[in-house]
C-alpha cells in the first residue's frame, strides 16, 4: 500500500475552528461571524474581544508597561543592533502570568510597547509607557513617536491590525495550537508563533513590494519596467497568493483605508502612483501569465499603509505580529478546548538495518 505524503500539509484539514474562514476560490475572509470589509471599521480591541469571546474567553486588552527583565532584556539586545523581530521573539519569551487568562492580556498588551520601546531605544531614545486614555493602535504611535497621533493615523492602524487578527490555519497559527495542544503555557506557544511568522516564506514581503513602487516613481515607466520584471521572470512583490485565487479581500479593505489615510492626513501622490502600478502590473501579468489569476494581495497595500504611519520597513512584520498575537492566543484557547496533542505521523525513507 502506498502512502501519500502531504508536503506541508496542504490540503490536510487539521482543526475545526469558529475563529475565521479562508475562502480562497471566492476571495472571501470571515472573522468571527464577521466580513473582514465589516470589521475593518471597528476599534481594534472590539475586534480582540469577538474574537476571544468566539474562543470561550473574555478580555479586552489595554497597552501595558513592561517589567524590568524585559527592559533590560530590550536594551542588552540594542547594544548588538539585533533585529526587531529577534528582539520581540526574546522580550516575549520574559513575560511571565499565572493562567492563560492573564497570559492573554499581557501578551497582547505588551506587544506593541516592546515594538515600540525597542525601536526608540536602537535609535537613542529613552523608551516610552503607554497612556491610559489611549487605545492598543493609538498607543503604539505614541510610544513610537512621543506625539499622540493624528485620529486618521490612528483609524488607519486599527484598520490593519483588524485586517491580519486571523487568517486561518497558517504557519504561526499552526505553530502556536501545535505547542498549546502539548499543555504548554501561553508564553511559549505565543514565542513559537513569532519565531514562524519570522521567516520571509510566512512573513511575506511588503517592504520589497513598496520598494518596486519606488523604483518606478513615475506612473509612465510602470509599464516598462514591470514588463522587464516579468520577461525576466522575477517575481512582482504584492501579486499572487497560495490561497486566493481571486483578489485578497484584505487587499481592498487596506486600499480603502490608504486612500482615506493618505487624502486626510498625508500626501495623495504616493497613493495615486501605487493604484497606478497594481492597475498596470495586473494588466501585464494576465497578458504574460493567463489564466494564473494573480492578484494583488495584502502584501502591496500593506506597505503603502504602514509607510504612509510613518514605519519603517524593519516595523512591518512586528507592527503584524501585534494584530496577529490575538488571533494566535484565540486559536491556543480553541486547542486547549480539544484536549488531544498535535502529532502527525512521518513515513520512513531511510536505510533500513
Known amino acids: 500500500m502506498t502512502t501519500i505524503v502531504h508536503e506541508g500539509l496542504n490540503g490536510i484539514v487539521a482543526a475545526e475552528t469558529r475563529l475565521s474562514m479562508v475562502d480562497g476560490e471566492r476571495g472571501r475572509l470571515v472573522i468571527g461571524g464577521f466580513r473582514v470589509e465589516e470589521l475593518a471599521e471597528w476599534p481594534f480591541e472590539r475586534t480582540v474581544s469577538l474574537l476571544w ?9 489595554k497597552a501595558l508597561p513592561l517589567p524590568e527583565r524585559t527592559r533590560t532584556l530590550l536594551h542588552n539586545a540594542a547594544a548588538e543592533r539585533v533585529p526587531v523581530m ?33 525601536w526608540r531605544i536602537l535609535h537613542g531614545l529613552e523608551p516610552l509607557p503607554p497612556r491610559a486614555h489611549l487605545g492598543l493602535a493609538a498607543n503604539y504611535l505614541y510610544m513610537l513617536t512621543g506625539d499622540e497621533p ?29 505547542i498549546a495542544s502539548t499543555g504548554s503555557d501561553l508564553v511559549s506557544a505565543i514565542t513559537g508563533a513569532i519565531g514562524a511568522l ?61 486612500e482615506r489615510m493618505f487624502k486626510r492626513a498625508g500626501d495623495m501622490q504616493l497613493y495615486e502612483l501605487a493604484r497606478a502600478v497594481e492597475d498596470t502590473a495586473l494588466r501585464l501579468l494576465e497578458e504574460h501569465k493567463p489564466g494564473r489569476r494573480l492578484q494583488t494581495n495584502v502584501e502591496f ?53
Not at 493615523?153 to 495550537?177: K, P, Q
Not at 513602487?213 to 516579468?230: K, N, Q, S
Request: with cysteine.
Open 150 to 178: 493624528h485620529p486618521e493615523l490612528v483609524r488607519g492602524t486599527e484598520t490593519y491590525l483588524n485586517t491580519v487578527i486571523d487568517h486561518g490555519l497558517n504557519a504561526s497559527t499552526f505553530t502556536a495550537r501545535v
Open 198 to 258: 519570522k521567516g520571509p516564506l510566512h512573513g511575506g514581503a511588503p517592504g520589497p513590494a513598496l520598494d518596486m513602487v519606488f523604483e518606478i516613481g513615475d506612473a509612465e515607466r510602470a509599464e516598462e519596467i514591470l514588463r522587464r520584471t516579468i520577461e525576466t521572470g522575477e517575481r512582482l512583490m504584492g501579486f499572487g497568493h497560495r490561497v486566493y485565487k481571486v483578489r485578497d479581500p484584505r487587499a481592498d479593505v487596506l486600499a480603502a483605508a490608504a
Open 86 to 118: 529577534d528582539a520581540l521573539r526574546m522580550a516575549a519569551s520574559t513575560l511571565q502570568a499565572e493562567d492563560d487568562a492573564e497570559a492573554a492580556l499581557v501578551l497582547a498588551g505588551s506587544f506593541p510597547t516592546i515594538v515600540a520601546s525597542y
Open 53 to 61: 469571546e468566539t474562543a470561550g474567553f473574555t478580555g479586552t486588552p
Open 301 to 353: 497595500y500593506t506597505a503603502l499603509l504602514l509607510h504612509g504611519l510613518g514605519l519603517e520597513v524593519p516595523l512591518f512584520t512586528p507592527t503584524f505580529a501585534i494584530g496577529r498575537v490575538a488571533g494566535w492566543i484565540a486559536h491556543c484557547f480553541e486547542q486547549r478546548t480539544v484536549g488531544k496533542i498535535i502529532r502527525p505521523e512521518s513515513v520512513y525513507v531511510g536505510v533500513m538495518p
